[in-house]
């Protein structure tokens, strides 16, 4: 398909666990970013991808969240030692590296951490 | 410090009617706004922006106006459709910036 695919779209695991959320942007997308949407709030900006590098990474909240983009395509979020606070939904999102092109969502993935 | 409100979290109207979606903002570094709409199970998708040059943008259905003065920005849907319904998030940014920052979003309906 043409749009943001992220994996898996649902994820449950256990408190403590490593979790990893993978996003594949639309071609020719140079930006990518990750948000989080906890229940009842609005979009929390998380990390920003310009090519394969993190010009802001300002969003993460914690050491446990880190992200890497490689070959200026595919992005893993990963959460290490999951909290039950993580439990939200990652949304991927990428753009044209034109200043405040439309960002394209991904329909997400739903981390629930029991 | 929410920088992005949106204080009605629910707005319902009847179908052909119009819909209005209020954002308020605080940062006066703000210069760029958006408007999104999402569907349950998807990620949001643009719908229309406004620059601050601008006081008003028109796209088909959707009117979005800007009050830099009110630090206030509004979507005009007409008519309203039931495929309208939907949460909408407003957006803010600085332009050139590439952190969007969200409202918390309102969940509009559309009553037949």
């Known amino acids: 398909g043409a749009g943001v695919s992220q994996s898996p779209s649902n994820k449950v695991t256990e408190k403590g666990k490593d979790v990893e959320l993978r996003c594949d942007p639309i071609s020719g997308h140079t930006a990518l970013y990750w948000y989080r949407q906890r229940l009842g709030q609005g979009l929390e900006f998380l990390i920003y991808f310009q090519g394969n590098s993190a010009p802001d990474k300002s969003g993460l909240p914690s050491d446990r969240f880190s992200a890497e983009r490689t070959g200026e395509s595919v992005s893993t979020l990963t959460i290490q030692r999951t909290q039950q606070e993580d439990s939200a939904v990652y949304l991927c999102?990428?753009?044209?590296?034109?200043?405040?092109?439309?960002?394209?969502f991904g329909n997400g993935t739903r981390l629930t951490v029991t | 410090d929410q920088q992005v409100k949106q204080n009605s979290p629910s707005l319902s109207v009847q179908e052909g009617r119009i819909s209005i979606l209020n954002c308020d903002y605080t940062?006066?570094?703000?210069?760029?706004f958006l408007w999104y709409k999402k569907y349950p199970a998807e990620g949001p998708t643009f719908l229309i922006s406004i620059s601050s040059i601008k006081d008003k943008n028109e796209d088909g259905r959707f009117t979005v106006f800007l009050n830099k003065s009110a630090k206030h920005l509004s979507l005009h849907i007409v008519p309203s459709q039931p495929g309208d319904s939907a949460v909408y998030f407003c957006a803010a940014a600085n332009f050139g910036n590439e952190k969007l920052t969200f409202g918390t979003g309102t969940r509009l309906t559309i009553i037949p």
């Open positions: 940062n006066s570094m703000f210069d760029y």
């Open positions: 999102a990428s753009s044209l590296k034109v200043a405040n092109s439309p960002l394209h």
